[in-house]
């Protein structure tokens, strides 16, 4: 945009500077974004567990340590000027981790029944929707571009992770179904999720945030089934081995994502304001 007034009338036009731009900081939704998504998922139940074991910590004292990490994380996170792929799934593996954490506690430590955490849970992550829209007026995760939106972006994963995690055990108890079973549950459900997106054009973001928490209880079943003993129904891998496999299968993905950036369809700046 240029301009004259009346000082400078006859000198050359200024160009007025351009309103300041960011990138997106989050990836694109592809194959990869959910196989990552559901590994972080089963290490966050697994390595949960195994640090809650073998730490000597206990519930709470690993709780502080993985949150502290986490705050240290999403700090780095915050202070990146565009999506790292790093960084993000770092995050969210300790996100996952954290949110499972908060459930076990309540439901362990506090003795709150899981249909008290499922809908506290469920509320807290409508009240953040609900004011991310009131101040976006978008819950896009294209334009993830500003820090606030970034803010509501990962306190909505957090709760995701939470909410799955109550919701998850909550089903699998009631319904006794078993690890393998749930996982085939859960992941019907995600089935039936894509099918109404692409078929009877469900809201894509309402359809990815539901699909997000039902991938939640889906890893968490996967690890269980794998690691735990099979007098409980498991494969009895055992935690350290299972959270090994999939951190290891996790860096591989996002290594290969980090140099071939197939993650990241928008190849320029994202105006902060746009909607």
Not at 48 to 75: C, E, F, H, K, R
């Amino acid at each position: 945009m240029t301009y004259e007034t009346p000082g400078n009338a006859g000198l050359p036009a200024v160009d007025a500077p351009a309103p300041p731009q960011r990138y997106n900081k989050v990836p694109e939704v592809t194959v990869y974004f959910w196989i990552i998504k559901v590994l972080c998922t089963t290490v966050g139940e697994t390595a949960a567990d195994l640090l809650n074991s073998n730490a000597g910590l206990g519930l709470t004292g690993v709780s502080v340590l993985m949150s502290a990490l986490l705050a240290i994380v999403l700090v780095v996170q915050f202070r990146t000027r565009a999506y790292r792929p790093g960084i993000y799934w770092l995050a969210v593996a300790l996100i996952s981790v954290v949110g499972t954490l908060i459930s076990d506690n309540l439901t362990d430590n506090m003795g709150v029944p899981l249909e008290t955490s499922t809908v506290v849970f469920a509320l807290l992550l409508a009240i953040v929707f609900l004011v991310w829209y009131r101040r976006e007026r978008t819950l896009s995760i294209h334009h993830i571009d500003s820090t606030g939106r970034e803010s509501f972006y990962w306190l909505a994963v957090l709760f995701t992770f939470a909410l799955g995690t109550a919701a998850g055990d909550l089903v699998s108890e009631r319904m006794s179904l078993g690890y393998w079973l749930s996982a085939v549950l859960f992941a019907m459900g995600i089935a039936a999720v894509a099918l109404a997106r692409f078929a009877l054009d469900l809201n894509a973001v309402g359809s990815f945030w539901i699909a997000y928490i039902l991938t939640r209880p889906l890893g968490a079943s996967i690890g269980d089934y794998l690691s735990q003993p099979t007098a409980d129904g498991g494969l009895g891998i055992g935690t350290v081995v299972t959270s090994v496999l999939f951190l290891a299968v996790i860096l591989g993905l996002v290594v290969y994502l980090a140099v071939t950036r197939r993650d990241i369809t928008e190849r320029k700046p994202v105006n902060r304001h746009a909607a």
